[in-house]
């Protein structure tokens, strides 16, 4: 192989931009931990949960923590919040009575069903928590593999194609089919579902996982309707909540899920919930599943989630009105 000026160069920025993603990586989670770290221990995370947020419900949003670091945060929430279940929150928003509803109340709430979410249980019962898993069920009790598992590198950007050009893609890049039995399983069992039914709460996260907005009507109605009625045969119980895959949601989306007759839907949509809250528009504090202390106080606190809710609507809009005024500014140059 011959070594050129040119293949130099662009070697040395491959370990440049590798050097400095790296770094910019290390900063931020740096920069996370200390403004967690004073959130947690300044007295503002206690002012919020225990005066002005007290009667505010908290939802939280996991995926597929590993069981150290989720009994962990548990341990942590249970000195600080009242667990409740989601049930009893959805009905107290249907009736607008919060005479059953404890002070700093938290809800768990599991996303997508993975086979890792069945090393919790024993959790579960020791603090007594009644989360709710939403599953996507034609991925549980298969082998079949969760589409945004099949090429991590590309998944945000495959969320943002029609649904029918991402699988296509996925089959293109990766081989991916979506009934396609794998090696191993990556969502949980019947055993493992049956085993769980006394301690948790199951609800709908459609067949698939598809990033609804993206869907056809048609395929739309289907993801919600069917998955609701296959859990139910499956796991012989009402399924009565729904989650939206990735949080993405329109008018469509909810009036899909309240015709086929769920009590609840849940959006990635941060914020927290009253009595008053639309029912099929349940806001959320995100936690990450690795997430340290000082950070799970960030989160479920609202602080990050808020941070990041910010960044996605208002300096977004903010960036386009400068970009415009840049624009005209430009044009108003030539002019002259």
């Known amino acids: 192989m011959v070594i050129t000026r040119e293949r130099i160069k662009l070697t040395f920025l491959s370990y440049h931009e590798i050097i400095m993603q790296f770094y910019t990586n290390f900063i931020n989670i740096v920069v996370r931990e200390v403004i967690g770290f004073i959130f947690r221990f300044s007295g503002i995370s206690y002012i919020l949960r225990e005066v002005l947020l007290k009667n505010k419900a908290t939802i939280v949003v996991y995926h597929d923590p590993e069981p150290k670091v989720f009994e962990k945060h548990i341990r942590y929430l249970s000195k600080h919040y009242n667990f409740l279940s989601l049930n009893k929150l959805v009905d107290a928003i249907h009736k607008k009575d919060r005479s059953d509803i404890p002070a700093k109340p938290l809800i768990v709430t599991i996303d ?161 919930n009253d009595i008053h809250s639309n029912p099929f528009k349940l806001k959320v504090n995100e936690i990450q599943d690795n997430a340290s202390l000082n950070i799970l106080c960030a989160q479920v606190g609202s602080l990050f989630p808020f941070i990041r809710y910010l960044r996605k609507n208002y300096l977004k809009s903010h960036r386009k009105f400068i970009s415009n005024i840049y624009r005209k500014l430009r044009w108003l140059k030539k002019l002259k």
């Open 112 to 272: 997508d069903g993975h086979s890792g979410n069945y090393k919790l249980l024993e959790i579960f019962k020791r603090y007594n928590i009644n989360p709710t898993i939403y599953l996507c069920s034609h991925v549980i009790n298969t082998n079949r593999k969760f589409w945004f598992k099949a090429c991590l590198s590309r998944s945000e950007e495959l969320k943002k194609l029609p649904y029918e050009a991402m699988l296509k893609s996925l089959w293109n890049e990766v081989n991916y089919q979506l009934e396609k039995e794998y090696q191993q399983r990556q969502a949980l069992n019947i055993d493992e579902l049956n085993k769980m039914l006394p301690y948790v709460e199951f609800g709908s996260h459609t067949k698939f996982h598809p990033i609804l907005t993206t869907c056809t009507d048609e395929k739309c109605r289907e993801e919600v309707e069917e998955s609701k009625k296959y859990l139910e045969t499956l796991l012989n119980r009402p399924i009565e909540h729904f989650a939206y895959p990735n949080g993405d949601y329109a008018e469509r989306e909810m009036k899909f899920a309240m015709n086929c007759g769920y009590k609840s839907a849940r959006t990635l949509d941060c914020g927290l």
